[in-house]
Antibody, heavy 120, light 109 residues
């Protein structure tokens, strides 16, 4: 059974760097094809894809946020970490991580999400 | 980057059929995934690769994709189907490979 869970601060100040951790079980990020993605959702708004990392360390970023995002993996800890620099109130959102069995596949299992508020 | 267009809202009476569209340029050449999201919950995959259903998703949920429109069809709609629905594609030719539609609020009358 695949599960994912996001963790990180609930409140960050403008200009700070956000670090979110996705801890997963039921699969390995060393298995060929597997990926973990980050998706966010501002309150009352649509889903927005942020980043993906694959088993072979291939990384993809949303072009509009690429300069602010870094995604890394720790296969031994079953974790994926997303950092977002220079946080702004418009970055207030629920942040989700999700499992992708292979590039182009659907995000078949999602974490519960973690709400991050950006405010001074 | 690739753009997916969904109607903001669709309303349907219980027992009837709901159709939620997802428009995109030649979307029929891409694979479309659909997610259901109820208030306060994470999205749940309901259709993948245009028309396949994950285990546990009722047969009432089906999908199709042709030309410039993909469609999620929910037959015999129930009150519990009321939710937001999002389509998503993988655009392999783009530097923005994962694209979500703007979402459709399904209201069961």
């Amino acid at each position: 059974q695949i599960t994912l869970k996001e963790s990180g601060p609930t409140l960050v100040k403008p200009t700070q760097t956000l670090t979110l951790t996705c801890t997963f079980s039921g699969f390995s990020l060393s298995t060929s094809g597997v990926g973990v993605g980050w998706i966010r959702q501002p309150p009352g708004k649509a889903l927005e894809w942020l980043a993906l990392i694959y088993w072979d360390d291939d990384k993809r970023y949303s072009p509009s946020l690429k300069s602010r995002l870094t995604i890394t993996k720790d296969t031994s800890k079953n974790q994926v970490v997303l950092t977002m620099t220079n946080m702004d109130p418009v970055d207030t959102a629920t942040y989700y991580c999700a499992h992708e069995a292979a590039a182009g596949d659907a995000f078949d299992i999602w974490g519960q999400g973690t709400m991050v508020t950006v405010s001074s | 980057s690739y753009v997916l267009t969904q109607p903001p809202s669709v309303s349907v009476a219980p027992g009837k059929t709901a159709r939620i569209t997802c428009g995109g340029n030649n979307i029929g050449s891409k694979s479309v995934h659909w997610y259901q999201q109820k208030p306060g919950q994470a999205p749940v995959l309901v259709i993948y690769y245009d028309s396949d259903r994950p285990s546990g998703i009722p047969e009432r949920f089906s999908g199709s994709n042709s030309g410039n429109t993909a469609t999620l069809t929910i037959s015999r709609v129930e009150a519990g189907d009321e939710a937001d629905y999002y389509c998503q594609v993988w655009d392999s030719s783009s530097d923005h490979p994962v694209v979500f539609g703007g979402g459709t609020k399904l209201t069961v009358l």
